[in-house]
């Protein structure tokens, strides 16, 4: 018998683009939704087309991934009869996604007011830049963008250089994992405790800001502004990002004072415990400079496979800097199943993070990788809604699907 999933009879329309919004509707899909990501037609997600080294120019690594589990149907939602189609969709779902600049799906009469008179119980997720309302509303927004603007980005990289962004939009991330929450909070609220739907208003930025942590209290407090300062901790040494003898580089985590006893224990230098410069905490944050050298001194003197070993048994927080390559043959990623290989017939073998987090009872799911542009057209028309072949073929003709 099939495990059910936790949002088996969930259905999510996904009409937004790119990231933001969509990697929610990815979350609920991983979960059992069922989700119908609604793509232009012709075109489709732009997510499709970012850059890949391999792939169809149809389907990019990006959408295999982050679409999985969605159902393709095309819709023309700029015309009036792609708008009554969607409103037909609407009446059948549970929620809607989307990430269009505050406005446009009001010029299209697709708003959080006209949808709710279609159907009162809906939970509409509504991603954007700056949010629904404020004097940013209407300006666009991206995620170096929205990393900028979160204060997120500008303590971030060294002292003498351009705050850096992150390798992976962080901010499309976020937002996308905080709007699945919203939606998940909306659905408890709404077939738990008896209320209706509500629209989920969520700015691309504000996910990020809110894990800025203690940045605003400083400020307002004692009017710190948190500067760059590379890989160091601010609050503890020895902290940062060092070199082995061998070439690999490192993270070390040995703030505490039991853990700096530790540290310099399997280093084999257990005397630097008692020496009074390095005791206690406030006196390695004070002696940072000499002591990180000190530390990095040491780990270039030793092959990553020893440190790690020492490390490992002395119990020390330490672990490499991973590259996809270096991913790929940890035997920690392997045993966790954190990578899963689904199988496509066009792309054969796709080998992709697994659905977290894991739920014991009632683990995800993944089916299918990023379908391709329409391919569940004839399903959701025909099956859902009772269009009939004959009737699916104008539409497409007249440029509705």
């Known amino acids: ?10 259905r999510v329309l996904d009409i937004g683009t790119l990231i933001a919004g969509p990697f929610g509707a990815t979350m609920l899909g991983d979960f059992g939704a069922e989700v119908i990501k609604v793509e232009q037609p012709g075109r489709g997600d732009a997510l499709r087309g970012t850059p890949q080294p391999n792939g169809t120019a149809s389907r990019s690594t990006n959408w295999l991934v982050e679409a999985r589990n969605k159902k393709s149907v095309t819709l023309n939602l700029r015309i009036r009869e792609g708008q009554a189609l969607l409103k037909e969709l609407v009446m059948h779902a549970d929620v809607v996604v989307e990430n269009f600049t505050p406005g446009t799906l009001e010029r299209w009469g697709l708003g959080w007011e006209d949808l709710r008179q279609v159907n009162p119980q809906l939970i509409m997720l509504r991603v ?4 629904q309302e404020g004097p940013y509303s209407k300006r666009a927004g991206y995620d170096r963008i929205a990393l900028g603007f979160s204060g997120y980005m500008y303590p971030t990289g060294f002292p003498d250089r351009f705050p850096v962004r992150p390798a992976f939009p962080t901010a499309d991330y976020n937002t996308g994992a905080f709007g699945a929450l919203a939606v998940m909070f909306a659905l408890y609220q709404r077939d738990v405790q008896g ?6 208003d969520l700015a691309l930025y504000e996910p990020t800001f809110r894990i800025t942590a203690n940045m605003m209290p400083n400020f307002f407090r004692d009017g710190e502004v948190r500067e760059r300062i590379g890989n160091r901790n601010p609050t503890f040494s020895p902290a940062g990002t060092f070199e082995t003898k061998d070439g690999k580089l490192v993270q070390i985590a040995a703030g505490g004072d039991n853990v700096f006893q530790r540290l310099v224990a399997a280093m084999g230098m257990p005397e630097l415990a008692e020496d009074k ?9 004070a002696r940072a400079d000499e002591l990180e050298a000190l530390l990095a001194d040491w780990v270039k003197h030793h092959d990553f496979t020893e440190i790690d070993r020492r490390f490992a048994e002395g119990n020390v927080p330490f672990g490499g800097i991973y590259t996809a390559a270096d991913i790929s043959e940890d035997p920690h990623y392997a045993a966790r199943s954190n990578l899963e290989t689904i ?3 066009e792309e054969g073998d796709i080998i992709m993070p697994a659905v977290i987090p894991k739920l014991k009872g009632t683990p995800g799911k993944i089916s299918h990788a990023g379908p391709a542009i329409g391919a569940h057209n004839s399903q959701i028309y025909g099956k859902l ?4 072949e004959t009737e699916l073929d104008q539409m497409k003709e007249d440029g509705v699907i």
């Open 1 to 10: 018998m099939t495990t059910p999933l936790p949002l088996d009879g969930i």
């Open 128 to 131: 954007s830049g700056y949010g």
């Open 195 to 200: 209320g209706e739907g509500q629209m989920i």
């Open 277 to 285: 410069r390095y005791s206690v905490s406030r006196e390695r944050i």
């Open 343 to 345: 199988k496509d017939e």
């Open 385 to 388: 809604l009772g269009r009939s």
